[in-house]
DNA sequence: TAATATAAGTAAACGTTGTTTAATAAACCA
DNA sequence: TGGTTTATTAAACAACGTTTACTTATATTA
């Protein structure tokens, strides 16, 4: 019973086509400027043929942002070889940073968009998961600093929280573009610079 | 020669009709939601006319943008006169994050929005002075911390963009509806709570 | 006061947008 | 082959920001 399959196959085809066609408009000129039309303009089909394979344009990409959070958990899951746990909390975090600094539309979509969590939203199971996975994995780690006699008092959750709050935080003004126009000595390197900042308040004993 | 000036006065009462619609509209609705044929129809004049008095809507969102940073420099201001630098800065912080957190629609235009920093960067004087002033509000305290011994060995610069960092980053996940979704305890006062968690990182003397 | 210049305001259009509808073409199963 | 499902499209809808040409009202000058 080959044929169902192959039928299925390639609708997954077109489907693969529809999220490569946004994914290089989404890149190339951000999320505004990627429109059902264009997207259906780029694969040579009608616009309507999208509605098929997708439920709006948010959940176009909210696919997009689950595979912004695949890349990132893997830059992320590169460090954990890494033996002490603060010096590994760094690393996490660093390669965070480093991450959205090197992709940042695709940390745009995933963090401040509207679009991916619209489409969580209507979904009947109401989960973040790809969010969750990340702020999972730091808090592994900020445990064991606690367990080390870091963040003394702190509840975990809390400084999970707090944690990913700065990076979060470093990263966004520079791509909502809120640090470019300050005046500060070395403008260019004001997230990474600033990274060190937020190290070197990170490991209180 | 009164004519003139009932004429101008007239111009600038329009003017402002148009921003009390915007502004109405805006924080009932969001920005998506603020149309130029909504904020003509709420004045009962056409859409055209607005073009008269703003350049486009950049223009009208940055006005309200300038707005916000108005009332968050009044909130921040009234605990300038705490004596301790260590404490003052916590207060300032304190009230940043409240300020974000009663105004979350004005503070999403004045840090996340693209729309002000659009309209800033047509104009000739490409200066962001609004966020330049809470900027230089926040590292006038660091560098008094700094001479009280706190953030030793760090620049100023980069202390307060990581300062200003974390504030916005606890705000603006929750904003952006990244926090919402997420399995902690007490989800309700995360941000406030996760401040207190930040606080106590700040202060290593 | 009458003619003219300037400003205020509008209606209608342009080119977009996301999405839905009804109609057609193709593929499949009996 | 005939009937049914599926894939695909063209066209429309209602909205958007913005620009154009036009009208009306006001002010200035002769």
Request: proline share 2%; aromatic share 10%; charged share 30%.
């Amino acid at each position: 019973m080959g044929i169902a399959e192959r039928k299925l196959r390639e609708k997954e085809q077109l489907r693969e086509l529809i999220l490569d066609a946004a994914r290089n408009l989404f890149f190339k000129h951000g999320f505004e400027k990627t429109s059902i039309r264009n997207i259906a303009e780029q694969i040579e089909y009608s616009p309507g043929i999208i509605y098929h394979y997708f439920k709006d344009k948010n959940e176009i990409f909210h696919a997009l942002h689950q595979e912004g959070f695949e890349n990132l958990k893997i830059k992320m899951e590169s460090v954990m070889n890494i033996a002490d746990p603060m010096g590994r909390l760094k690393a996490l975090c660093k390669n965070y940073v480093l991450f959205a600094l090197e992709n940042p539309i695709i940390y745009d979509l995933m963090f401040t968009l509207k679009a991916p969590m619209e489409h969580i939203l209507e979904e009947d199971e109401k989960t973040w998961k790809e969010g969750e996975g990340i702020f999972e994995m730091l808090k592994k780690n900020v445990r064991e600093c606690i367990m080390k006699g870091y963040f003394r008092g702190q509840n975990a959750d809390n400084a999970t929280y707090a944690i990913w709050a700065s990076l979060h935080g470093l990263v966004t003004l520079k791509i909502r573009d809120r640090s470019s126009l300050l005046k500060v000595n070395d403008a260019e390197n004001l997230v990474i610079n600033s990274f060190q900042s937020f190290s070197y308040m990170l490991d209180r004993q």
